[in-house]
Nanobody
């Protein structure tokens, strides 16, 4: 099994920055890509960004140019650097693990709240 543990959420003013971290453990050989999703109250869970083992990245249009996903393979950790945060970025952010690239996640973290205030 794979365990994903997020950290780094919190409260930030609009225009500010936060960095989320996700540490993977367990059967991590199963994971070929990791990513971040988010879910605002009453809305569906949407993809934010993904990164493959080889370092290829994908971003949702809404975060391009503001968010950066990266990974530390030695420590099995993925990061999401979020800059120029907007009110609409407020959501619970979930780390994801994918056995196959481009598919719905097979593993989820517990989620971390990000709240952007005016």
């Amino acid at each position: 099994q794979v365990q994903l543990v997020e950290s780094g959420g919190g409260l930030v003013q609009a225009g500010g920055s936060l960095r989320l971290s996700c540490a993977a453990s367990g059967s991590i050989f199963r994971i070929n890509a990791m990513g971040w999703y988010r879910q605002a109250p009453g809305k569906r869970r949407d993809l934010v960004a993904t990164i493959t083992k080889g370092g290829s990245t994908y971003y949702a249009d809404s975060v391009k140019g503001r968010f950066t996903i990266s990974r530390d393979n030695a420590n099995n950790t993925v990061y999401l650097q979020m800059n120029s945060l907007k009110l609409e970025d407020t959501a619970v952010y979930y780390c994801s693990g994918h056995r196959n690239i481009g598919t719905w996640p097979d593993y989820w973290g517990q989620g971390t709240q990000v709240t952007v205030s005016s």
